[in-house]
């Protein structure tokens, strides 16, 4: 009889454990199903839904808030979806979040992904109980194979292209194929380079010799040092700007008198205007001296013959007695 | 006639032993709901088939599960599909290969111990004395055993399952980095009714086609102790297929049911 309890005993705690364990399985999977706890179905109504299938999850922002309850076929462009959500996160949902399916992954299940509302400035009243959401129907895996074929065709038809350049290339025809080909060219490339590379050399070589300059360079002993540290020789050049500057200011004004007195000369009607303005009178002019010229040789003659005028000739011998008195003294002194 | 022809003689004992059996599972359902109830007998039963057979089922499970997550682990990582383990993992064993593994071993066990017991003692004709005694040897002996191991095995088959994503959890936590809450986080996500309760319901036939086909050799063994012997082994060997083409009618069935 003891024994036999004992049996009992381990009998009813094997079985209790086992049932606890369905139980416990039963539970967890129908709260993942939210068949458990308050829940709300909340509606939305869309074109396509892709495989979407009842029990596929419903998220709201990445979290998992509920379940899809059923699927019906309104009619050939709308097909309703009802949503079963977590009580809790009715208050999170707003009547115009939007609904949309999407990919659980590359190879996952289907699910329906809940937005919050475009004017999320104003907040929208939360939606309630049987209320229909706005959806959104987001590209399909059979659009995206669609662009994904486009793609492709232009892809081929860029390496069909991109063939016939690199065959062109290969035969050496083009400015890319000669530049690759063509060995006369690499050769003078070559060189170019070679010619590059020792310019450099030269002109890095000079830069350091510009640099050792400068380095040996006593800084307070030049020119510009002292220029630019002498406060002495600072205040005498400034002295000689200014001197500069009133020099240019009289030279200003002597160049604006000239101006003047040329635009006098040009304009007026005395002599100098008349000679330079009219070809006429420097003939005369010149005609005239000769006059005088020639007058004055002969009154020069004539001067002459006065001199050796018996009337006159004791005049000139007193005058040359005075000057040579005169002389006399002078030489003296 | 059908000596001259052995596939005619096979095919005529397998349709006189169907038809048997078939009498017998009739018998057990009569007798099921008839009083008197041998009610301490079926306990001793239950323990007997339950208790006994935990750690079995335990060990077995907790390798199972070790075993499979280890080997199906490099395929998956190949694919970068590491993540899908305990969802793989968890759907493979609930809903088929740990039914199917427990409810084998418990044919080995359970079946060939029926066999061998029942067939014992009616080669003893302790049956017999039973019978003279006033007690009904089918009540007590055949409808206990059947009923036990119908209940017993859906318990253990849950035991089995726990055990072996135990086991699994494990593995993934050692070599994945995956932590036991996480793990059965994707296990009871992966996992629908659909998956538990068509599992659990068919190991109720795997425990009843254990008890019935055991109960049915030993009770119609003869020749001898040589028969408990052909009764112990047959027993295993018909429940073995049996378990299999229950198993092809749930899984039919759950289709049709649940859809694909």
């Known amino acids: ?333 | 006639m059908t000596r001259n022809f052995p596939i005619a003689k096979n095919l005529y004992s397998f349709f006189t032993e169907t038809g048997a059996l078939s009498r017998f599972a009739g018998r057990f359902f009569k007798e099921l709901f008839s009083r008197p109830f041998e009610f301490r007998e079926f306990l001793r039963q239950c323990y007997q088939m339950g208790n006994k057979s935990l750690l079995l089922v335990g060990v077995t499970g907790f390798i199972l599960g070790l075993v499979f997550t280890l080997q199906s682990r490099p395929t998956l990582e190949e694919f970068g599909a590491s993540s899908w383990i305990p969802n793989m993992i968890s759907i493979s064993i609930v809903r088929e290969i740990g039914p199917v593994i427990i409810a084998l071993i418990c044919a080995g066990r359970i079946g060939s111990s029926i066999g061998a017991e029942l067939g014992s003692m009616k080669v003893t004709e302790q049956i017999d004395a039973m019978e003279v005694s006033g007690t009904n040897p089918f009540k007590f002996l055949v409808v206990t055993r059947i009923l036990a191991a119908t209940l017993m095995l859906p318990l253990l088959i849950l035991f089995g399952d726990f055990i072996a994503l135990i086991g699994s959890a494990l593995v993934e936590n050692i070599k994945g980095q995956v932590s036991f809450t996480l793990y059965f986080n994707q296990v009871f996500d992966a996992l629908g009714f659909r998956d538990l309760l068509p599992a659990t319901g068919k190991s109720f036939f795997f425990g009843f086609a254990i008890g019935l086909v055991g109960c049915f050799k030993g009770y119609n063994s003869s020749k001898g102790t040589a028969g408990v012997g052909r009764a112990s082994n047959s027993a295993v060997v018909y429940t073995s297929m049996l378990l299999f083409i229950i198993d092809f009618i749930a899984v039919f069935l759950t289709e049709l049911i649940y859809g694909t």
């Open chain 1, 1 to 333: 009889m003891k024994n036999s309890n004992s049996e009992n005993l381990k009998l009813g705690i094997f079985v209790i454990l086992g049932i606890m364990i369905f139980v416990t399985a039963v539970y967890f999977i129908g709260n993942r199903q939210n068949l458990f706890g308050d829940n709300s179905v909340i509606t939305s109504v869309f074109k396509d839904v892709n495989g979407l299938q009842p029990g596929n999850n419903v998220r709201f922002a990445g979290v998992n808030v509920g379940t899809v309850q059923k699927i019906r076929i309104i009619n050939d462009t709308s097909i309703a979806v009802n949503m079963r959500i977590n009580q809790n996160t009715m208050d999170l949902i707003r009547k115009n979040s939007l609904a949309t399916i999407s990919s659980d992954g590359l190879v996952g299940s289907m699910i329906v992904n809940l937005l919050p509302g475009e004017n999320s400035s104003v907040p929208a009243m939360p939606v309630h109980p049987g209320d229909t959401i706005p959806s959104i129907s987001k590209i399909a895996t059979a659009d995206m194979l669609t662009t994904l074929n486009t793609t492709n065709e232009n892809a081929a038809h860029l390496t069909a292209d991109l063939l016939k350049i690199t065959n062109s290339i290969n035969k050496g025809e083009g400015t890319i194929g000669v530049l690759i080909k063509d060995e006369e060219m690499a050769n003078n490339f070559k060189k170019t380079i070679e010619g590059l590379r020792q310019a450099t050399q030269n002109v890095s070589g000079m830069v350091n010799r510009v640099n050792s300059i400068i380095d040996e360079m006593s800084y307070k002993e030049s020119v510009a040092g002292v220029l630019l540290s002498d406060t002495t020789a600072a205040k005498q050049i400034e002295g000689i700007i200014s001197n500069l500057e009133l020099s240019a200011l009289q030279i200003n004004n002597v160049t604006t008198n000239l101006e003047q007195f040329s635009y006098d000369i040009r304009s007026g009607e005395g002599t100098l205007n008349y000679i330079l303005n009219n070809p006429g009178a420097v003939d005369q002019l010149d005609a005239t001296l000769h006059n005088i010229e020639k007058a004055t040789r002969k009154f020069d003659e004539n001067m002459e013959a006065l001199q050796h005028n018996i009337l006159f000739r004791g005049y000139f011998k007193r005058q040359e007695r005075i000057q040579a008195t005169e002389e006399k003294k002078n030489n003296n002194k």
